[in-house]
């Protein structure tokens, strides 16, 4: 039951990732369209400037320099665009692989703590097959009535039945998780943390901001606020001023 509430919610944090993904790679397409032009437009200003360079005036000639040079900085700003899109693209599909990848790893915990929960009980009536067959019927039945008490007056379970929201009690992000994941040292890192991206990160509306993204945990955020929203430094800062 656990498997599948947790993957109805999975399922609907990645429902809009193809079209965000769409997005961006047709903003990039049209990026790469707009430098072709632009450096077709490079290639007849020169092809221009050669051939009558001769017969130009100076101040002509500067002119028509400065026409290159500015088509050539707008090629720089649409492939500068590009980066930028490109690597938007990789964190948005990194951070829902890391918190796959986080997830996994609690799951893979879990399972093996049930496993040595299940060994030990396996291993406690093979010790019990030994003794008196009339006092192991007395055991197991006074066992199962402890266990069927226990579990059913257990924090854990009462927190399950009065839980208002299931996904919160099943899938609760915290960064430990990820931390202990292997990190490529090339991956850029953010947040008051120094941490790479993982989980769900708001940027800072200060386009000065020195760190610009954060996670929400360490910005003591549940969901995204309404509005502008700045970080902690930038707010101190503010203050400052």
Sequence with gaps: MATAIYLEHYLDSIENLPCELQRNFTLMRDLDNRTEEK???????????????????????????????????KCKEFSD???????????????????L???????????????EVSGYESTD??????????????KRGS???????????????????????LSEALLPMQPSDVLDMPVDPNEPTYCLC???????MIGCDNPDCPIEWFHFACVDLATKPKGKWFCPRCTQDKKKK
């Design 143 to 165: 066992r199962a009535r402890v266990r069927k008490g226990s579990d059913e007056d257990s924090p854990r379970k009462k927190k399950m039945k009065n839980s208002p929201d």
């Design 81 to 99: 665009d590009k980066v930028q899109l490109a690597m938007q693209t990789y964190e948005m599909v990194d951070k829902h692989i890391r918190r």
């Design 125 to 138: 009536g093979r010790a019990l097959k030994k003794g008196d067959s009339r006092g192991l019927r007395e």
């Design 39 to 73: 450096k077709g437009e490079i290639d007849k200003l020169a092809e221009e400037y050669i051939l009558n360079v001769k017969n130009l005036a100076s101040e002509q000639r500067v002119e028509h320099l400065q026409k290159i040079q500015n088509a050539y900085s």
């Design 194 to 200: 120094h941490q790479v991206s993982y989980g769900e």
């Design 101 to 115: 990848d986080a997830d996994l790893a609690r799951f893979e915990n879990e399972l093996k703590e049930k496993l």
